[in-house]
């Protein structure tokens, strides 16, 4: 599999079920100085609040706590933009997309060069971690 950067995300598709790959995902960003502060499961949000079927889908509140710290100490308003957001979910082959938010958006988005250097280190370890999941020779279970 091989790894997809756009201006807001950093994007592979896995050949793992959901369930191993956010397995996978949770360790990936662990060993870039990630740790998981939230989880959203979106499909069991809209099914209780729209009773609407949707795909597997959770929402990864990713932080590395020193680049969250220079960010913040730069600008205090940057935390609207924090935690770093991991998405995956379940494709209809069963294979599992897995991205990234892009951390340079924030600098595009907010234009503030002093948070460039933060930026570009949180999107290499991003990068890392995405790349070191796209790096899986897996098939689907």
Known sequence: MTTKDTALGIS???????DRAIEHVVAALKEQGFGVLTEIDV?????KKLDADFRRYVILGAC?????YRALSTDLAIGL???????????DDRTTTVSAMNPMAIVD???HEALREVA???????QAAVA???ALQTTPA
């Open 120 to 126: 570009e280190q949180a999107t290499a370890k991003l």
């Open 12 to 18: 592979t598709v896995l050949a793992l079920d959901y």
């Open 109 to 111: 988005m907010t234009g």
């Open 64 to 68: 590395n706590p020193p680049l969250a």
């Open 81 to 91: 933009l924090l935690p770093c957001n991991v998405i995956v979910y379940e494709n």
């Open 132 to 134: 070191a999941l796209s």
């Open 43 to 47: 499909k069991a949000t809209l099914k």
